[in-house]
């Protein structure tokens, strides 16, 4: 499967921003599907994962953050909200095959990656 982010974009703290992830070469309702951040001098990490498990969040994200998939199982969307600064990062959606991994929001689980797109939060 083909990923491809786009929406990410400069903000305001505090403002609110949707991230859309196109596949293409298969649907994602057989794949564990999340988002992933790295900031700028750290390590990426898991932000929200959806799987038949159920739907996670980073506590850093929790209350703000809304992952959902489209009807079609084809677009993945990251609803930010309550913006701040410690959000600004590479966004990264991703996939992994249902059974083949023990945690989606482990980056070293994940099989299939978007190129990224950066989101930029300021005041």
């Known amino acids: 499967v083909r990923l491809v982010e786009s929406g990410g974009k400069f903000a305001q703290v505090g403002g609110s921003l949707t991230l859309s992830c196109a596949a293409s070469g298969d649907t994602l309702d057989d794949y564990a599907i999340a988002w992933f951040r790295q900031a700028p001098g750290k390590g990426r990490e898991g932000v929200s994962c959806?799987?038949?498990?159920?739907?996670e969040y980073a506590d850093s994200v929790k209350g703000r953050f809304t992952l959902a998939v489209n009807d079609a199982w084809n677009i993945m969307t990251l609803q930010m909200n309550d913006l701040k600064a410690d959000d600004t990062a590479v966004y990264y959606c991703a996939a992994v095959p249902e059974g083949d991994y023990h945690d989606c929001l482990e980056e070293a689980y994940i099989y299939y990656w978007g190129n990224g797109t950066l989101v930029v939060v300021s005041s």
């Open positions: 959806l799987s038949t498990s159920g739907l």
